[in-house]
């Protein structure tokens, strides 16, 4: 079965500095692999994607994630954070070939402190 | 730009009240999901179409029912609102062309049962 794992459910950092937000997925299939962002009181937004093509995705805002085959991850990525990055940040995965279904995981969320 | 548009922002029912929660989508789109999203949950999927009158359940159908009677709206339906049904209800659509499965969101109805 199909799920992903994100490794914290909040995590801080300073303007400026890099922003690591990790991820592990668990899939039988080779996966779809998302990232979504949600600001406060907004609708989830589409951050980057990966679908089988290139290994490094790069994405809105910056923002760029990896997949590794080798470590089932996909972990999220920014050299410099900005106040405007603070979020909730939910790494996602297809269920299957055959299926438009997706599976969220439980978030991380980011804040940025000046 | 994909629009995902839902009936409501905030909405408060009493115990044991119908409700009605709608989500329309202007892209033509063939998928339409509902999730809850609850702290330190994530998103779940409640129920999901792929085409008009076609429904399949999520994860968490208990306590909800839907219809799709047009292409480009999907309604969500608590038959007798209970007060674990306080949630975030996020509905979703994606396009079934090419293999792709990134879902455009709606910004949410947060509904209080009280």
């Known amino acids: 079965a199909q799920s992903v794992t994100q490794l914290d459910s909040h995590v801080s950092v300073s303007e400026g500095t890099p922003v690591l937000l990790r991820c592990n997925y668990s899939?039988?299939?080779?996966?779809?692999l998302f990232w979504y962002v949600q600001h406060p009181n907004k609708g989830l937004q589409l951050l980057l994607k990966?679908?089988?093509?290139?290994?490094l995705v790069k994405g809105i805002n910056g923002f760029e994630a990896e997949f590794k085959k080798s470590e089932t991850s996909f972990h999220l990525t920014k050299p410099s954070a900005h106040m405007s990055d603070a979020a909730e940040y939910f790494c996602?995965?297809?269920?299957?070939?055959?299926?438009?279904?997706?599976?969220f995981g439980t978030g991380t969320r980011l804040q940025v402190f000046p | 730009d994909v629009k995902v548009t839902q009936s409501s922002r905030y909405l408060v029912k009493r115990t044991g009240e119908k409700v009605f929660l709608e989500c329309v989508q202007d892209?033509?789109?063939?998928?339409m999901f509902w999730y809850r999203q609850d702290p330190g949950l994530g998103l779940r999927l409640i129920y999901f179409?792929?085409?008009?009158?076609?429904?399949e359940k999520g994860d968490i159908p208990e306590g909800y029912s839907v219809s799709r009677e047009k292409k480009e709206r999907f309604s969500l339906i608590l038959e007798s609102a209970s007060t674990n049904q306080t949630s975030m209800y996020l509905c979703?659509?994606?396009?079934?062309?090419?293999?792709?499965?990134?879902?455009?969101f709606g910004p949410g109805t947060r509904l209080t049962v009280t």
């Open positions: 979703a659509s994606s396009s079934r062309q090419g293999v792709n499965y990134e879902q455009y």
């Open positions: 899939s039988s299939y080779s996966p779809s």
């Open positions: 990966y679908t089988s093509a290139a290994t």
């Open positions: 996602v995965v297809s269920v299957g070939w055959n299926t438009d279904k997706l599976i």
């Open positions: 892209m033509d789109h063939e998928n």
């Open positions: 179409s792929y085409d008009v009158k076609m429904k």
